[in-house]
């Protein structure tokens, strides 16, 4: 079998350390490509440099938690190209309104004010132990979330912050998805919870849920193996 191009796609303040675990095990099947959205502060610009990112022709697509919403939008913006979608730890509304919503805008630009003043390990010690599962803080893991937040700026966690406070709404986009998409959640994931990913899977029509244990929200980090597996699968869907 062939290897097909493989569109991967980082979330919040992530890099390709959070998909070096798949890309070691998927060779033989993908030729992986990691999406760097530099500055982007919208998550159509972030879609727009991933499909720049990628070799012309179709490509399998895969995003973790943000990286999840650019998927989306990538197979908004050229669903002729997309052969394969993967949402992992994710999710596809807009920010609610009222008071939800403005609560999760004073928790990101609170967070933002800790990395503009104690700097981007501080951020990743308040925000980090919230994104894996409980028995891996201060683990090797939990660590190594950490090393990939300080390979980032404030400038372009204030960016992310704002491509999420203005994430669009792909709630209607989910029923006219007809390619094979895998829908990925630890199943301890606190930040994406996997009620919001059965959501999902209910209206995707070619959807297949994974649900990966003994994980949070990294799950691609804190249980590979499970993922990978998944991700296997998918591939030959």
Known sequence: ?????????????????????????????????????????????MAQIALS?????????????????????????????????????????ALVPGFVGEGEKKGRYALLETARKDGMRALGLKWAPGMVHPSR????????????????????????????????DASGQLAGIQVPTLVLCGRDDSWSPLS?????????????????????HMSTMEEPGQVTAAMKAWLNA
């Open 1 to 45: 079998m062939s290897a097909q191009p493989l569109l991967l796609l980082p979330g919040l303040l992530c890099d390709a350390a959070v998909w070096e675990p798949q890309i070691a095990e998927l060779g033989d099947q993908a030729d992986c490509i990691v999406a760097d959205y530099g500055s982007a502060s919208s998550i159509t610009e």
């Open 196 to 216: 919001r990913h059965e959501d999902m899977h209910a209206v995707l029509p070619r959807s297949t849920l994974s649900v990966i244990e003994n994980s949070g």
């Open 137 to 168: 803080v201060d683990g090797p893991v939990f660590e190594a979330v950490l090393q990939m937040i300080e390979r980032k700026t404030p400038d372009i966690f204030a960016a992310q912050i704002n491509a999420l406070i203005h994430r669009p």
């Open 53 to 93: 990112l990628a070799p012309a022709g179709p490509l399998a697509v895969a995003g973790h938690s943000m990286g999840g919403r650019v998927a989306l939008e990538v197979i908004r913006l050229a669903p002729e190209r997309v052969t394969r979608l993967a949402l992992m730890d994710t999710g596809y509304q």
